[in-house]
Antibody
Framework: QVRLVQSGAEVMKPGASVKLSCKASGYTFTTYYIHWLRQASGQGLEWMAIMNPSSGSTTYAQKFQGRVTMARETSTTTIYMELSSLRYEDTAVYYC?????????????????WGQGTLVTVSS | EIVMTQSPATLSVSPGERATLSCRASQSVNSNLAWYQQKPGQAPRLLIYGASTRATNIPARFSGSGSGTEFTLTISSLQSEDFAIYYCHQYNTWYSFGQGTKLEI
């Protein structure tokens, strides 16, 4: 079965960078896009970024341009998301999620399978 | 950015009743609209994609309709496990979510 397992909670200081991981299993890693999203406590969902694990190409939400970087390691089927210049308002649960349609479908696609989430707390 | 507006913010219903949740997009998203259910402490769960197609293992009491800018999620006969927050999500032009509708008893 499809499974996404994320790294553990992080406590970071303002201005620092955090790098989260998301290990995928149960499907062919390079055939589905991976999204990163976040959710502050009591708030809604916010889309951050997407990667094609086959090509490594990425697209970032304008809000996070210059601060977010996605990377992948195909040998370990792991996706990484690094967020830099952390602010208090970056405190949130961060989710990775696999897209519904395969990349080959060339169709707009929504996140289907989600990781368990990683809490990032920005605190001095 | 496409703004997604959900109504109502909170919907109070009883088990066995029908619930109708609405979602409006600030511009057309065609049928590229999904609905998610989220319970406290859990990741969102995909219910509906393509505006009206149920995701795998989603019960038939969940149905979606609409296209363009107006969408509806209907839960035909509420079960206790359906009380949660529901989000609509457009993936036609970039990605954006509604603010959620809390379904409560």
């Amino acid at each position: 079965q499809v499974r996404l397992v994320q790294s553990g909670a992080e406590v970071m200081k303002p201005g620092a960078s955090v790098k989260l991981s998301c290990k995928a299993s149960g499907y062919t890693f390079t055939t589905y896009y991976i999204h990163w999203l976040r959710q502050a406590s009591g708030q809604g969902l916010e889309w951050m970024a997407i990667m094609n694990p086959s090509s490594g190409s990425t697209t970032y939400a304008q809000k996070f341009q210059g601060r977010v970087t996605m990377a992948r390691e195909t040998s370990t089927t792991t996706i990484y998301m690094e967020l830099s210049s952390l602010r208090y308002e970056d405190t949130a649960v961060y989710y990775c999620a696999r897209a519904h349609w395969a990349i080959a479908a060339a169709s707009p696609t929504t996140p289907e399978f989600w990781g368990q989430g990683t809490l990032v707390t920005v605190s001095s | 950015e496409i703004v997604m507006t959900q109504s109502p913010a909170t919907l109070s219903v009883s088990p066995g009743e029908r619930a109708t949740l609405s979602c409006r997009a600030s511009q057309s998203v065609n049928s590229n609209l999904a609905w998610y259910q989220q319970k406290p402490g859990q990741a969102p769960r995909l219910l509906i994609y393509g505006a009206s197609t149920r995701a795998t293992n989603i019960p038939a009491r969940f149905s979606g309709s609409g296209s363009g800018t107006e969408f509806t999620l209907t839960i035909s006969s509420l079960q206790s496990e359906d009380f949660a927050i529901y989000y609509c999500h457009q993936y036609n032009t970039w990605y954006s979510f509604g603010q959620g509708t809390k379904l409560e008893i």
